[in-house]
């Protein structure tokens, strides 16, 4: 019986010669050694590479991306240069979270958690209305930036509404917004 002669072929991603484990189909030849160069050709990772973003001197992770300007691509859909990998704060200052909020320790605060953390933007909008937050108040970010804790980049948003849509229930939840928001105009 005569010997079958085994084919090589070069993969087209990394140039190392392999012998395919299957017969080769009729109608194309294989292209690459194993899954994983098929993968990175299709995706253009190179291990070898280095990040895209001008300035950036880490190794790519993957799209051409090191690990923290592809954490930024997944979580705004940009690369976000203007945005610092780590926020350098005076001591003291508070400590910023991985989802990009400042904490702060304040046991004694009304707006704290049990542990005696608040976020930084509530302490923030807190003071400048001299009064604690209410449980249906947020504060907004305008710019998004959620270490930005300026007060001309903070809004206060309440989630607030009456339960029903009858006019009395509607009338009392006005009149009670206006109490405690803008008292002046009640008169």
């Keep these: 019986m005569p010997r079958k002669t085994r084919i090589t072929y070069t993969c087209a991603y990394c140039n190392q010669k392999f012998t395919p484990d299957l017969p080769p189909s009729k109608s194309k030849k294989q292209r690459y050694c194993s899954r994983g160069c098929a993968v990175r050709a299709r995706t253009g990772y190179d291990p070898r590479a280095f ?3 001008d300035g950036c001197g880490r190794r790519n992770r993957s799209i051409g991306l090191c ?4 954490a930024r691509f997944r979580k705004w ?41 608040i976020m930084e ?15 249906t108040e947020r504060v907004h970010h305008v710019n998004g930036i959620r270490h930005d804790n300026r007060i ?9 509404h009456p339960s029903g849509q009858r006019v009395e229930d509607v009338v009392r939840f006005a009149v009670d917004i ?6 002046e105009r009640l008169t």
């Design 67 to 70: 690990s923290t300007h592809l």
């Design 121 to 135: 933007h509530r302490k923030v909008m807190a003071d400048v209305l001299g009064r604690s937050l209410l449980p």
């Design 77 to 117: 859909g940009d690369v976000r240069a203007d945005v610092p990998v780590k926020v350098n704060r005076p001591k003291g200052a508070g400590n910023p979270r991985h989802d990009g909020y400042v904490a702060l320790y304040v046991p004694g605060h009304p707006n704290a958690m049990p542990n005696g953390i």
């Design 51 to 53: 990040c895209k973003v």
């Design 152 to 160: 001309e980049n903070l809004e206060l948003w309440t989630k607030a």
């Design 178 to 183: 206006l109490r405690t928001y803008a008292p």
